[in-house]
């Protein structure tokens, strides 16, 4: 067998067909659209090379590299290469390859078809083995004179240096590593790009879109920084996305090569896919998945509004957790961010800069350094072994860069823009490869190991809801333990445990000019938990200290007493009378928000005016923070009156509201919770209560605002059923609770599914 066409291949063909080849063929089958094409088998290869006798030859100068020597692995490489293209192909195996060319021209039904000539080893776009890049990828080529030269190049491929250096590095044997070459249709394609059909990154079940205009090379070879889309795959809704600044595209020249041009300037910052081929991709990246039962990196191209797949590999990093997947710096420190870019490989290192130019410069990358240059190439690979971090000026989250950088396990940041003029060589920087942030200086990196709870956790398939579950976290140093129970994210972080443990009132911080540290200490408590639970988001929710819970603090002898705390002086209205507070608290945020913590939410408490509201994004906007662009912005509907006017509070403009039904209840019932006397009055259950829980939620649907629960309701499975009827968008609940309650949203959400159902019958 030493020409197939892809109908004749499937996935078990991978040892005559390659990786490439056999997926190809396997998508054919299942009847994905996939341009058609033919494989050049690795039989063929295999009889190219000892029908001629190079192959003995090819294996002694193999068996000499010293593949740590970069220029010796390089000139070795070019030798073996220049031996196979300057060695004529049997005739028999050209006749073969000249008739599938001509069949592949007939059947498309134009005279030297366009094709692409792509490698296809069998050691690659395996589950257990896939580097991007190994071997090369020839396109626009026509006519069957051409065909064969390239063929023969894609074989030459099989011993670039890079492909050398992987095979060694994993120990796959040069003699059992054959190659086939697939030859495919080209698709002329006006937009295109990669989708992975989970987080490559994190192994969120979203699907994660990268797309720029012209070829796809642009986008998989890291020329460009692609536009990104994240869509739930549950509900084909697009839950975020970035319109980037593209400034290259890929096309065919008149001459009918391959060319890279300038973007033209009404394109560079449009976005390329509508919502409508977003969903399009996302549907097709499910159906296959579904088939492959497994994750796949997939590449697609748009031509004439028809969606084609180019290609089709298992994710292999999901499984593989580095030892930077759970780095973190041990304290606070004062970090000045360089430059920003995407996270494209999770993780923390330190290092001295070293910005490569040219290929030439590699060797100047010793063990430990951040490797900066535009963009990644794979003859790079050895040096990028050597790195702890790498920086590119352009890329998405699927470019070279981002796929190397995962499968070795080291931090990367990609996309920068400009990283190569604003980094300096031999300075030290730090980067942090999950936000997308590169700082000055090195910092002190630990390794955390995760906990029984944390891996008991992970050992059973997650329950997929449509409701976001989430978990109340009261004190800092119970967030690993809350993310352990697999939230999607704190729907209410407590600031008062942070305040009282301190020992010092809040407001004597500020008397004795120590504002600082008032803000560094809200700093590092606050990132306990949005480090943590990065990139989920965590509501933080300001000040609610009752007046009687202060006196006991240093600078607390002042505090006013009253007669019921729970009804005076706390939440909101306190702290716009003394808004030095406050303002310590929005400063503290913005300063996370600097460092990457865009997954922090502010939540006012005890509103009962959108007065209140307005003045509460006043001053946040005085510290430098803007309400609903660098936070979400929202409220806890805690008052009668929050709920009664809601619509009010959503004309002042909020991104959420969160539901706190411990203090609703009480001030709906004139019922103080903290009173024994009358504690069998106190019913979250009450009819107005749920009345008005209710009437929050509608509203807010209405207005396409998320609403949450924070309450103690939140951990009541019978009042959550309720809820999810309602259509509230999360529920956020205490950590022992986290499990329980996300079975009953699931089972409520099937109930209203199936309830759904019977009535269409």
Not at 561 to 580: S, Y
Request: a negative charge; aromatic letters at 6%.
């Amino acid at each position: 067998m030493y020409v197939e066409k892809f109908e004749n291949i499937s996935k078990k063909d991978v040892g005559i067909a390659g990786g490439k080849g056999a997926n190809l063929g396997e998508l054919t089958q299942a009847g994905i659209p996939v341009p058609p094409g033919f494989v050049v088998t690795a039989e063929t290869y295999n009889k190219f090379m000892n029908d001629t006798g190079i192959f003995n030859n090819i294996m002694d100068i193999l068996n000499e590299i010293d593949i740590n020597n970069t220029k010796e692995l390089q000139n070795s490489a070019e030798k073996i290469k220049g031996i196979i293209i300057n060695t004529d192909i049997p005739e028999d195996i050209t006749t073969l390859i000249i008739e599938a060319y001509n069949a592949l021209c007939q059947k498309v039904g134009t005279e030297d078809v366009l094709v692409a000539i792509r490698s296809s080893a069998t050691a690659e776009d395996l589950p257990e083995a896939s580097f991007a890049g190994q071997q090369d990828t020839f396109l626009n080529i026509s006519g069957s004179e051409s065909v064969i030269d390239y063929v023969r190049k894609c074989w030459a491929s099989l011993f670039e240096a890079r492909a050398i250096f992987y095979r060694e590095e994993n120990n796959f044997e040069h003699s059992k590593v054959y190659i086939a070459v697939v030859v495919q249709e080209m698709v002329e394609s006006e937009k295109a790009g990669v989708m992975f059909t989970v987080n490559p990154s994190t192994g969120e079940d979203v699907a994660l879109i990268e797309g720029s205009w012209g070829l796809g090379e642009a986008v998989v070879s890291g020329s460009v920084t692609p536009d990104t889309y994240y869509v739930d795959k549950k509900i084909n809704d697009i839950l975020n996305f970035s319109i980037a600044d593209k400034k290259v595209m890929f096309e065919k020249s008149p001459s009918g090569e391959t060319k890279q041009i300038d973007v033209p300037e009404k394109l560079r910052n449009e976005r390329v896919l509508s919502e409508k081929e977003l969903i399009e991709l996302t549907e097709m990246g499910k159906r296959i998945q579904k088939h492959y039962n497994a994750p796949q990196d997939t590449e697609w191209a748009f031509y004439d509004n028809i969606l084609y797949m180019l290609q089709s590999r298992p994710i292999t990093t999901l499984d593989e957790k580095s030892s930077s997947d759970n780095s973190s710096v041990d304290e606070l420190e004062d970090r000045e961010v360089l430059v920003k870019g995407l996270g494209a490989s999770p993780g923390m290192a330190s290092g001295s800069v070293k910005i490569i130019n040219k290929i030439d410069e590699l060797d100047k990358i010793k063990d430990g350094d951040i490797m900066v240059t535009t963009m990644t190439t794979p003859d790079m690979v050895p040096a990028m072994k050597r790195s702890s971090g790498i920086i590119t000026d352009e890329g998405g989250i699927t470019c070279h860069a981002a796929i190397i950088s995962r499968e070795l396990g080291i931090p990367c940041v990609v996309g920068t823009g400009n990283a190569t003029e604003i980094l300096k060589e031999n300075n030290k920087v730090t980067i942090d490869g999950k936000k997308g942030l590169v700082f000055e200086g090195e910092f002190k990196i630990t390794e955390e190991k995760h906990d029984e709870v944390a891996t008991s956790s992970q050992s059973t398939a997650p329950i997929i809801t449509v409701t976001d579950v989430k978990v109340n976290v009261s004190m800092p140093e119970a967030a690993k333990k809350a993310f352990a129970t697999g939230a999607d994210g704190v729907g209410l972080l407590r600031t008062e445990h942070m305040m009282l443990t301190s020992g010092v009132h809040p407001k004597k911080f500020i008397l004795d000019g120590k504002e600082d540290e008032l803000i560094k200490m809200l700093m590092e408590n606050i990132l306990k938990v949005v480090d943590v639970f990065y990139p989920t988001p965590v509501w933080y929710r300001t000040l609610d200290a009752p007046t009687d819970e202060f006196q006991t603090l240093d600078g607390g002898e002042d505090e006013p007493h009253e007669h019921n705390p729970m009804l005076g002086w706390r939440g909101i209205r306190r702290e716009l009378d003394e808004p030095e507070i406050l303002k310590a608290e929005f400063k503290a945020i913005k300063k996370l928000h600097d460092q990457g913590y865009t997954n922090i939410g502010i939540m006012i408490p005890l509103s009962q005016s959108p007065d209140e509201l307005k003045k509460a994004k006043e001053i946040a906007e005085e510290v430098g923070l803007k309400p609903h662009k660098d936070v979400d912005f929202g409220i806890m509907v805690e008052t009668p009156a929050a709920a009664l006017m809601i619509e009010d509070f959503i004309d002042v403009g909020i991104d959420f509201a969160s539901i706190g039904t411990n203090d609703l209840t009480q001030y709906i019932l004139a019922v103080d919770r903290n009173n024994e006397l009358v504690a069998k009055n106190y019913s979250e259950e009450h009819p107005a209560v749920l009345k008005l829980i209710k009437r929050t939620i509608q509203k807010c649907n209405e207005a396409g605002i998320t609403s949450s629960i924070c309450g103690q309701a939140g951990s009541r499975p019978h009042i959550v059923e309720k809820l999810v009827e309602l259509g509230i968008t999360s529920v956020s609940s205490n950590t022992d609770a986290v499990k329980d309650v996300r079975h009953v949203v699931a089972k409520s959400e099937q109930k209203l599914i199936l309830d759904a159902a019977r009535k269409n019958k």
